[in-house]
Structure formats: C-alpha cells, structure tokens
C-alpha cells in the first residue's frame, strides 16, 4: 500500500502556504465571487506545484525571480476578475511561493530554497526595508533590492537558514 503522507505534507503546505498569502494580502477583490475565489486557489496550488519541480534541484537566483513574475503574470492574467486591482501582486506570488518552498523544505523534500518568505516580520529586520508592506509591493526591481539587502543582513547564511532563526526569535519575544 502506498503511502499517503506525501499527498497529507503537500496538502499541509499549500494550506499554510495559501494562508499565509491571503491572510494580510489584500488579495481578492470586493467583488469577487466565491467561485472566482477558488479557480484562484486551484490555480494557485497548479502553478506551485507545476513550479515545484524546478526545484528538486538547486534553482538560481535568476531563475527563482523568473518564477516569481511568471505566477504574478500567468494568474494576474486568468484570474483578474477575482483579484484587487485586477492582479496578483509580486509580493503576494514571493510570499506563496517562498512561503511553500520554506514548508517543503523543513519537510525534507527540496534542497535549501533560494530566498525565505518575506512579511512584515522579516521586512521589519532588514535594513532599507523597515517600511516596505509585501501587501502593496508590486515591483520586481523593488523585491530584488530586497533581497539585496536581506542578503547583507544574513551575513553569509543562506536566506532560509536565516529566517528560520528570525522566526524562532520572532516567537521568543513576542514579535509574531
């Protein structure tokens, strides 16, 4: 018999992956219907787990920012109608995905992924970037400037690594 945890863990991934990304993102429209809503949530679980492959391996950086655009790009353009402003903003498609990649790679599927989920939790720690709202960022340019400098901040460990510790201190004092 085959086991289903791989199918529970991805499950688990997209759902907290999902939350993570709605739960402060300003992301759908007023007027978006529940239908509109979850062709959004569908597509949105396709396109990462489309995208996951990539990732079985190590991605480059430019890669992973081609990726970034391309799921702000591809459900801006089918799902405009259930979306604020009628797209999926670059920080809500860098949230999602870094979010998912972060879970699965805690679970041990993927190697180390390139960049860490950035909120207002990790934003708030990077400097030049204190005021930055991933809800409203909406700029490729800006994102990369981002992880720029978080990379600076990091001092050498990777952006995952280096989030994982801001999350725990987060929790420790009371931050998150």
């Known amino acids: 018999m085959k086991s289903k945890r791989p199918a529970f863990?991805?499950?688990?991934?997209?759902?907290?992956?999902?939350?993570?990304?709605?739960?402060?993102?300003?992301?759908?429209?007023?007027?978006?219907?529940?239908?509109?809503?979850?062709?959004?949530?569908?597509?949105?679980?396709?396109?990462?787990?489309?995208l996951l492959g990539d990732y079985r391996n190590e991605v480059s950086e430019e890669q992973h920012f081609a990726n970034i655009k391309r799921l702000k790009q591809t459900l801006s353009g089918k799902h405009s109608s259930a979306l604020k402003d009628g797209r999926f903003r670059i920080g809500s498609a860098q949230k999602a995905?870094?979010?998912?990649?972060?879970?699965?790679?805690?679970?041990?599927?993927?190697?180390?992924?390139?960049?860490c989920p950035f909120d207002a939790i990790v934003l708030s720690r990077v400097p030049g970037c204190r005021n930055?709202?991933?809800?409203?960022?909406?700029?490729?340019?800006?994102?990369?400037?981002?992880?720029?400098?978080?990379?600076?901040?990091?001092?050498?460990?990777?952006?995952?690594?280096?989030?994982?510790?801001?999350?725990?201190?987060?929790?420790?004092t009371g931050g998150a």
């Open 97 to 115: 995905l870094n979010l998912y990649l972060k879970l699965l790679w805690c679970f041990n599927h993927i190697p180390t992924p390139p960049h």
């Open 9 to 50: 863990l991805a499950d688990v991934a997209f759902g907290i992956a999902f939350s993570g990304t709605v739960q402060r993102g300003h992301l759908y429209s007023e007027n978006s219907t529940e239908i509109q809503r979850r062709a959004f949530r569908s597509a949105l679980r396709e396109a990462l787990e489309a």
């Open 132 to 172: 930055v709202k991933w809800t409203k960022l909406d700029s490729l340019p800006e994102y990369q400037r981002i992880v720029a400098c978080a990379r600076v901040a990091a001092n050498g460990t990777s952006l995952a690594e280096w989030e994982l510790d801001l999350y725990r201190s987060a929790r420790v």
